[in-house]
């Protein structure tokens, strides 16, 4: 869960929010069921962001992009260290 303070939004306005993921490589990585990604307003100043079931396959530092309304996105640095790598295996 990330937690994010929301400055200058009165109690009942409505919030346009839109979160990112890219991986390590620049892609966007996409939850894998509906419902993954809820983000939910506490105390009218916090966003509370809550993923489920987003595939970190890759090892490094994940992207998680926030933006609300017009406003540039904040961006939270999500590192991953993978603890079991797949084998690659050649075949001829």
Do not use: C, W
């Not at 419902?35 to 916090?46: H, K, N, R, S, T």
């Not at 017009?70 to 999500?78: G, I, K, R, S, V």
């Amino acid at each position: 869960m990330i937690a994010a303070r929301v400055v200058n939004v009165r109690h009942g306005d409505e919030l346009d929010v839109v979160v990112s993921i890219l991986t390590p490589r620049g892609l966007l990585a996409q939850p894998e069921t509906h419902g993954a990604l809820d983000v939910a307003v506490a105390g009218g100043e916090f966003l509370l962001i809550t993923l489920r079931d987003v595939p970190l396959t890759d090892e490094g530092i994940y992207r998680v992009l926030v933006s609300v309304g017009d406003n540039e996105p904040t961006t939270f640095a999500l590192p991953v260290e993978l603890l079991h790598k797949p084998s690659r295996v050649e075949v001829h």
